[in-house]
Structures are given as structure tokens and as C-alpha cells.
């Protein structure tokens, strides 16, 4: 799988948009990005992913750029519940069934909303 | 639906002692995996499975074993616990090989002395 580099670390403000930008400059064209996020002493969350157009959810807005070496996560209103560390992944399509699913995690950006 | 359950949540160990983890899911998931968490670190997969009755190793499978006897259950053995096993596990589930959602428990915090 491409290796992602993300900050380590960012602050933003309460109800404001929270711009979590990721680099995956070695990504195939069959790897989907994938983000996660985990608060303070939880499991991680799955938040939202794409393989090439940008995706929205109920929860955040992921866009891609055209030549998919970097990505940005948009939490269009941070709120306090929203300070965790947030990961980029990059996970191949199509994997057979015994490669089981598994997912690198690496260091995430920390993300502090402030009020 | 309880989702993804751990226990114990907490457990401190002396060094050589043994100890299981136990996974539960009752999402009907055939995926199943272990990851273990480092302070200040990123997810290490340890060992996962792809059905009842099938195990594989991950990243750092190294002293540790697991079994999956029931769809459901997913559990992860200590047999000799060191100090450099001292972390935070954390079980997982997917529904699919193909998907990256995965379902994540809240976690067990290990110390071994």
C-alpha cells in the first residue's frame, strides 16, 4: 500500500471548517484513500473514503485531487467532540479473501478544536 | 447491537504470566483482527482472520497466539507476557475483504510488570 504523510499536528476553531490535508504521491490507480479518526482513548472511527471523485457524508467531505496524490478531509464545522487524531490511508481495491482486509495505520495528525 | 466488545478492558501482568483477550461481535462480520497501539504510535496489526476456524498473521505476530472456534469470537493469547507487550489492543471487524470499514472495539489496556 503507498505510504501517506500527514501533519502531525494542527489546531483549528470551534465551528469552523477543519482542513486536514494528506499526502499519497506513490498511490495506484487501484488504491482508495481512507480516513479514520480516534478520539482520546477510543477505537477508531471510520469517517469517510474515495477512490478518485470527492465523497460527502454526514460527517465530512473527502476531495481528491485530479492526479490523486494528495487528498484533503473537510470537517465542515468543528465542534469540541471533533479533537482527535485523524488518519490517512491508503488501501488497495480488490484484495483476494485470506489477504483479509487489513489496514497501515501510521502517525495521523492530532487535531485540536478550539473554543 | 453492541458492535465490537473487548474484554478485559484493563489487566496488569507480571512478566511470564499468560492471559487471553476475548473479542466479541454481533455484527455477523467474517473478518476479524487484532492491532495493538504504542504510545504516541499508529495501529500495528498483529494477527486477523478471515472466518470461523482461520487465523493469519500480521505485522508483529511474534508472542502472541490467536483462535476463532466461533464466528463471533476472536480471541488473542499471551503465552509468556513481556514488558515490551505492554499496550493498548484494540479488535476490529469487517463484513467484507474488500471494504476499508472497519468496526473497532473501545480497546484493552495491557501492562505487563
Known amino acids: 500500500d503507498a505510504k501517506t504523510t500527514q501533519p502531525p499536528s494542527m489546531d483549528c476553531a470551534e465551528g469552523r471548517a477543519a482542513n486536514l490535508p494528506c499526502n499519497h504521491s506513490?498511490?495506484?490507480?487501484?488504491?482508495?484513500v481512507y480516513w479514520y479518526r480516534q478520539i482520546h482513548s477510543q477505537g477508531p472511527q471510520y469517517i469517510i473514503h474515495?477512490?478518485?471523485n470527492n465523497e460527502t457524508n454526514e460527517m465530512a467531505s473527502l476531495i481528491i485531487t485530479e492526479d490523486r496524490k494528495s487528498s484533503t478531509l473537510i470537517l465542515p464545522h468543528a465542534t469540541l467532540r471533533d479533537t482527535a487524531v485523524y488518519y490517512c490511508?491508503?488501501?488497495?481495491?480488490?484484495?483476494?479473501?485470506?489477504?483479509?482486509?487489513?489496514?497501515?495505520f501510521g502517525g495521523g495528525t492530532r487535531v485540536l478544536v478550539k473554543p | 447491537n453492541a458492535g465490537v466488545t473487548q474484554t478485559p478492558k484493563f489487566r496488569v501482568l507480571k512478566t511470564g504470566q499468560s492471559m487471553t483477550l476475548l473479542c466479541a461481535q454481533d455484527m455477523n462480520h467474517e473478518y476479524m483482527y487484532w492491532y495493538r497501539q504504542d504510545p504516541g504510535m499508529g495501529l500495528r496489526l498483529i494477527h486477523y482472520?478471515?472466518?470461523?476456524?482461520?487465523?493469519a498473521k500480521g505485522e508483529v505476530p511474534d508472542g502472541y497466539n490467536v483462535s476463532r472456534l466461533k464466528k463471533q469470537n476472536f480471541l488473542l493469547g499471551l503465552e509468556s507476557a513481556a514488558p515490551s507487550q505492554t499496550s493498548v489492543y484494540f479488535c476490529?471487524?469487517?463484513?467484507?475483504?474488500?471494504?476499508?470499514?472497519?468496526?473497532f472495539g473501545e480497546g484493552s489496556r495491557l501492562t505487563v510488570l
Open positions: 474515495g477512490l478518485k
Open positions: 490511508i491508503v488501501r488497495v481495491a480488490g484484495l483476494i479473501k485470506a489477504a483479509g482486509n487489513k489496514l497501515t
Open positions: 476490529a471487524s469487517s463484513y467484507s475483504h474488500d471494504t476499508g470499514e472497519l468496526f
Open positions: 506513490t498511490i495506484s490507480g487501484n488504491e482508495y
Open positions: 482472520s478471515v472466518g470461523e476456524g482461520t487465523t
